[in-house]
Each structure stands twice: as C-alpha cells, then as structure tokens.
C-alpha cells in the first residue's frame, strides 16, 4: 500500500496568517491527491482534487500544489471556520489510502 | 443530491458480528462508475478504507480485515451493508459509507454519510 505521510501533526496558528501543509507519498502517484477538512463529529469534506483543483463552494483561500511524492495544502488568510483537521488521500493505486492528519488549532 | 446514511447498533460485544447499512437516496448503486464503501476512523486517529466495490462485481477488501469482512449489496433496495465479525475493542471506531471520488468532465466530487460511532464492549 501506498503510505501517505502529512507533517506537522498539529499545527497552531491565529486568525489571518498564512498556513502550510505537507503530504508525502511513499511512491509516484502522479497529481492524484485530495485533501479534506474535517471538523467533530462530521465526515469529512472535500476541499481539493487532482492535487490543485478547488472543488465548487470552496474558498479560494483554500489551494493545492504538487505532483509526484510531495504536496502541499496552504490556507492564505486562516478564518475561524478553518480549524479542523485536514487529511490528504491518494487515488493513485489501489487501496485508496489517507494521511494521519493535521490538526490546525488556534495559537 | 446524494444522501448516505449509515444504521445498525451502536453496541457490539466482543467476539459478535458487527453489521451496519448504509442506505443511499439520489443515486443508483446500480452505476458501475461509482466506487461505494465503507471507511472507519479509530477515535482521534486516522482514516482507513475497511473496503469498497463497484458494481460490476470489482471488490476490495482492506488485508488487515480481509477474514472478518463482507460486503453486501441489495440494488432493489438501494443499499448496502457491512459485517465485520469476531469483533475486539480495536474495532471500536466510527464507520462512515460512502461514494467515492468520482470525476465528471474534469470535476470531482465525493459523498459521505454522517458516521455511525460502534462501540465494543461487553
């Protein structure tokens, strides 16, 4: 399987700044990344696909890069409705497999 | 709008047979293109695909679960189950269903239900 690690596992910041984070794949697995928000006690929701496409109804706070083995989720201008977890998943290869997530909590 | 909502207990005890429905409205399960399945997530951790078919029969089963796991599918009724069986604490989690990433003319999406926490104890 293919391993997907997210770095920093929590991550503290304050309204307005700027935040970044990571996702490594174990393998090659082209631009196929999507990366989620999720807040207690809810599913999570999707934010981006394809590594760097907005999904419709996201903020445009909200963007993705990267191809390969290493993406990146970065948040312009951090909202309070923005803190959550976020999770990155590969749809490369079979079995789909997500990172442990990353806690972005308020400084 | 696709809606998936999961049902079952949310009691097991150990060494019993998890089983949990997921029943979905505004879209056919019957749509070979669609992946439908079931995700767990253990409390404060990460995310795991317990497994996922289509329905021209393709089926996934995640190995660590592989012996205790089945899918299966009633497309009259539009729904589909899990069972997980010889259940432990460890399968304590909450278990989502749903549709996954699918694309269409370039635009992706997704689908979940509200999860449905199962909790094993005797």
């Known amino acids: 399987d293919i391993q997907m690690t997210q770095s920093p596992s929590t991550l503290s910041a304050s309204v307005g700044d700027s935040v970044t984070i990571t996702c490594r794949a174990s393998q090659s697995i082209s631009g196929w990344l999507a990366w989620y928000q999720q807040k207690p006690g809810k599913a999570p929701k999707l934010l981006i696909y394809?590594?760097?496409s907005l999904k419709s109804g996201v903020p445009s706070r909200f963007s993705g890069s990267g191809s390969g083995t290493d993406f990146s989720l970065t948040i312009s201008s951090l909202q309070p409705d923005d803190f959550a977890t976020y999770f990155c998943q590969q749809y490369d290869t079979d079995p789909w497999t997500f990172g442990q997530g990353t806690n972005v909590e308020v400084k | 709008q696709v809606h998936l909502q999961e049902s079952g207990p949310g009691l097991v005890k150990p060494s019993q047979t998890l089983s949990l429905t997921c029943t979905v409205s505004?879209?056919?399960?019957?749509?070979?293109?669609?992946?439908w399945g079931w995700i767990r997530q253990h409390p404060g951790v990460g995310l795991e695909w317990i497994g996922y078919f289509y329905h021209n029969g393709a089926t996934y089963y995640n190995p660590s679960l592989k012996s205790r796991v089945s899918m299966s599918v009633d497309t009259a009724n539009n729904y589909f189950s899990l069972t997980l069986s010889s259940v432990t604490a460890a399968d304590t989690a909450v278990y989502f269903c749903?549709?996954?990433?699918?694309?269409?003319?370039?635009?992706?999406?997704?689908?979940w239900g509200q999860g449905a926490l199962v909790s094993v104890s005797s």
């Open positions: 394809k590594a760097s």
């Open positions: 505004g879209a056919s399960i019957n749509n070979g293109a669609y992946r």
């Open positions: 749903a549709r996954g990433l699918y694309c269409a003319n370039g635009v992706c999406s997704d689908d």
